[in-house]
């Protein structure tokens, strides 16, 4: 007899939700999302990387820490993120620039995240996230999107992306995102 054999599956079905991820729409049909599995050694480095930011960013970021424990008391976590190839050539403003050449020749900014990025990008990469979360909960498997994990992923060198966002999975008998404070 397995008791308690629902842990041991943890691994494989956060494949398929980065699979979920993967395989959502893309704007123009260009897959700039980047996918990854944080192996255990890597928790640590990234919990504490987002310690490190909540000291570093001060007032209004403590969330950063409470994140921190989430993320050691998850089970195993999911990375998605987007390394923007190009722009969809659309000059829709939604950038912030009035076409997509001034917003590529424009200086980019790197603090957590690298931007500016192409809009549609983003949208990408919203959609894919979105995609993760709900196959998470088609599984019953706990989760929460967190920009802080992403951030930490990205701060940390873990991975090579513009934005990221990370999400806890766990498979408790109480939801660890749950009572957050």
Do not use: H, Q, W
Not at 18 to 34: E, N, Q, Y
């Amino acid at each position: 007899m397995i008791l308690n054999p629902e842990s041991e599956v943890l691994e494989t079905l956060a494949k398929s939700i980065l699979l979920a991820a993967r395989t959502a729409p893309k704007a123009k049909g260009v897959d700039d999302i980047i996918t990854a599995l944080v192996e255990k050694e890597d928790i640590e480095i990234l919990a504490s990387t987002m310690e490190k930011l909540a000291e570093e960013k001060g007032e209004g970021f403590a969330f950063l820490k409470r994140d921190a424990g989430n993320l050691r008391n998850a089970g195993v976590t999911v990375l998605i993120g987007i390394k923007a190839s190009g722009v969809a050539g659309l000059n829709c403003g939604a950038c912030g620039f009035a076409t997509c050449k001034e917003m590529l020749n424009a200086k980019k900014v790197e603090t957590e995240f690298k931007g500016p990025n192409c809009m549609l990008k983003y949208a990408d990469l919203g959609i894919a996230v979105g995609a993760a979360a709900a196959k998470a909960k088609d599984f019953c498997i706990d989760n929460r999107v967190m920009y802080s994990v992403g951030a930490a992923a990205r701060v940390s060198g873990l991975l090579d992306a513009d934005v990221v966002f990370g999400i806890p999975l766990s498979v408790t008998g109480k939801n660890v995102f749950f009572d957050r404070k």
